[in-house]
């Protein structure tokens, strides 16, 4: 009986380099805020992605490279959003916006 093969496996990922913790993890990178150059946060690896998490990312939000490189924390992110007219015209995508909704309801972006 043959068996057949996943077309995802054949695909390889290639993880981020970094600094490996004593647990073999890679560790959190640490940003400074984009927005208001005060706030110091760290932003966490996500095992199953491969990659860091795009929650603090203001390109994963507006969708635009021009703003991938820029990292907001999270008081900075929940004053666009309560700030809507700026909102609604950085945010474009409206599943980026239900996204982030979401996330704020459920308290991901707090302290």
């Given at each position: 009986m043959k068996t057949k093969i996943n077309q995802k496996s054949k695909i390889k990922k290639t993880p981020v380099k970094s600094e490996k913790?004593?647990?073999?993890?890679?560790?959190?990178?640490?940003?400074?805020?984009?927005?208001?150059?005060?706030?110091?946060?760290?932003?966490?690896?996500?095992?199953?992605?491969?990659?860091?998490?795009?929650?603090?990312?203001?390109g994963y939000w507006t969708q635009k490279k021009s703003n991938s490189k820029k990292e907001y924390c999270n008081q900075c992110i929940l004053a666009l959003f309560n700030n809507k007219s700026l909102y609604w015209k950085t945010v474009k995508s409206l599943q980026c916006r239900q996204q982030m909704r979401k996330y704020i309801y459920d308290k991901k972006f707090s302290d």
């Amino acid at each position: 009986m043959k068996t057949k093969i996943n077309q995802k496996s054949k695909i390889k990922k290639t993880p981020v380099k970094s600094e490996k913790g004593k647990n073999g993890l890679l560790e959190p990178k640490e940003v400074i805020c984009s927005n208001c150059k005060k706030a110091r946060f760290f932003i966490r690896f996500v095992i199953p992605k491969q990659s860091y998490s795009l929650k603090n990312n203001l390109g994963y939000w507006t969708q635009k490279k021009s703003n991938s490189k820029k990292e907001y924390c999270n008081q900075c992110i929940l004053a666009l959003f309560n700030n809507k007219s700026l909102y609604w015209k950085t945010v474009k995508s409206l599943q980026c916006r239900q996204q982030m909704r979401k996330y704020i309801y459920d308290k991901k972006f707090s302290d």
